[in-house]
């Protein structure tokens, strides 16, 4: 049965994205002055003036330097810059929208990531304490930690903890500091109840599955989860109890299992050590290196005045990555986008991706024209195949698997052309699920293990276990079963502060 890609496209609009309520002010946003700065590894469009717009940005450069090269985080290599959209006006970053304790968010999604935060405040000195710097690293914390070589799960409250604590990061000419009273101390006073009591209320902390509702329940979930993680960091003894107990979540044991295995205590002891700790002991690291005086790499800074043809291309860039935005804010989005720059194909795909489109033929037309090797525009016909080909498969179609195989063939095409492009692979690791073990099921493996790094839920590692139960790996597959166990019911997308 011969396949019509552009007959297709009218069939099928496949969509990775759940709309919910938040809406943005993009117009009253776009009439601000802006600038994009461009390094190594970040991406910043901001309303900050140059000065320090640049400062920020080697700011990140040395958080990161810190993080890998001296704590030697194992972050993959051939990662894409992060997006950032940096807000330094309490008046622009409320024009998003965003839920009013929200301070940034880092948003991922299978065709990229980026993160929003509110920089208010932010000063050209890096070793002084800002809001903005502290909201800044924590979001880029979410971003290093998920891009690991190592697969693992993370409680919610330590996802949160351990950005903020490590967020506190400042360094001087010698010495870095993590963990200094002058960046916490606006949480401590979420610490305490209505009763003026500490309330730390550790079991119900590390049960917690999802984020608390109210302004006032999340300021304290930020506060306990906060200095729950500076305890656990105060002695290296305390920080390998912690470690275990992460490694026998990960093992799928209960919270009560990990925990009593982990620090040979109750719930209750260890409430009243923290707080014990919180109230006496509140204890700053302090790094220094051998070599006494400490100077970070300096990076190679790209700087221009943004207009607003560009304005709306670099905030497409960065809002595509968010599940929360509402088609309210981003049809316009990607509407004007496309208006202002019409050479931009990723403003067309955005729209056949998120099934905004009244004439999706006539987009797909124009893209075979304008960009048919556009690696988001190869994924999603693709994905249009390959939901031809599933179909086929359970109405009885002889056939059936050919469509498969040109899908396939759409993924493989995408993924050379965007080697970090997570939708290409999680596609590529779907088509193997349908064919038989005679094709190369280890492209299929490979496909799934990359894009766990963005959608890791039950689902993608589900489908590992079971290639890689075809392919005969039993370790492999015990593990992502493990990893499938884990992650059950994690649907979060976007890390929030």
């Known amino acids: 049965m011969p396949i019509n890609i552009n007959q297709l496209i009218l069939l099928f609009i496949i969509s990775f994205f759940c709309s919910l309520s938040i809406a943005a002010d993009i117009e009253k946003l776009a009439d601000d002055d802006w600038i994009h700065l461009q390094s190594d590894n970040f991406d910043i469009l901001t309303d900050l003036n140059e000065v320090k717009g640049r400062h920020l940005i080697r700011d990140l450069e040395a958080y ?18 992060l997006k950032i959209m940096a807000i330094s006006s309490n008046a622009n970053f409320k024009k998003l929208g965003l839920p009013e304790n929200y301070a940034g968010v880092f948003g991922l999604s299978l065709f990229g990531y980026a993160a929003i935060a509110n920089v208010n405040g932010y000063t050209a000195d890096s070793n002084a304490a800002s809001f903005g710097r502290q909201v800044l690293f924590h979001e880029y914390n979410h971003f290093l930690v998920r891009f690991t070589d190592e697969t693992r799960k993370f409680p919610t409250w330590y996802d949160e903890g351990y950005a903020e604590y490590w967020g506190t990061f400042k360094f001087s000419e010698e010495k870095i500091f993590i963990g200094s009273a002058s960046n916490i101390m606006y949480r401590a006073g979420d610490l305490f109840n209505r009763m003026g009591d500490l309330d730390i209320n550790i079991e119900k902390l590390f049960k917690a599955t999802k984020y608390p509702e109210g302004k006032e329940a999340i300021g304290r979930f930020y506060a306990q989860s906060f200095f729950v993680v500076h305890y ?6 305390l920080r390998a109890s912690l470690n275990k107990y992460i490694n026998y979540l990960n093992l799928s044991y209960t919270e009560d299992q990990a925990f009593t295995k982990s620090f040979n205590m109750s719930y209750a002891d260890l409430d009243k050590r923290v707080k014990r700790y919180v109230s006496n002991n509140l204890t700053m690291r302090v790094i220094s290196t051998k070599e006494g005086a400490l100077k970070f790499p300096e990076p190679q800074i790209k700087f221009a005045v943004v207009d607003k043809a560009s304005f709306y291309r670099l905030t497409t860039e960065v809002l595509f990555n968010f599940s929360s935005f509402a ?9 004007q986008t496309s208006a202002l720059n019409p050479q931009y194909a990723t403003a067309k795909v955005s729209l056949l991706i998120r099934n905004y489109a009244d004439d999706p033929k006539k987009i797909a037309d124009e893209l075979e024209l304008q960009a048919p090797n556009d690696a988001s525009y190869l994924t999603y016909k693709g994905n249009a195949l390959q939901k031809n080909a599933q179909l086929q ?12 195989k040109q899908a396939r063939n759409f993924f493989r095409r995408a993924i050379k052309v965007d080697s970090a492009l997570g939708a290409a692979y999680y596609g590529l690791g779907e088509a193997y699920t349908f064919l038989p073990a005679s094709e190369a099921l280890q492209e299929g493996a490979v496909g799934f293990e990359t894009a766990s790094l963005f959608d890791r839920d039950e689902a993608t590692f589900s489908k590992l276990a079971n290639l890689y139960i075809r392919l005969g790996r039993t370790k492999d597959a015990l593990h992502a079963l493990r990893n499938t166990v884990a992650f059950i019911n994690d649907k979060k997308k976007n890390y929030t502060k």
């Open 64 to 81: 990161r330097y810190f993080s890998i090269q001296m704590m030697g985080l194992k972050v993959l290599d051939n990662i894409k810059p």
């Open 232 to 237: 656990f960091n105060s002695s290296v003894e």
């Open 327 to 335: 088609k309210e804010t981003m049809l316009p989005l990607l509407q």
């Open 393 to 404: 498969h359970a109405i009885g179609v002889e056939n059936w698997q050919e469509p498969m």
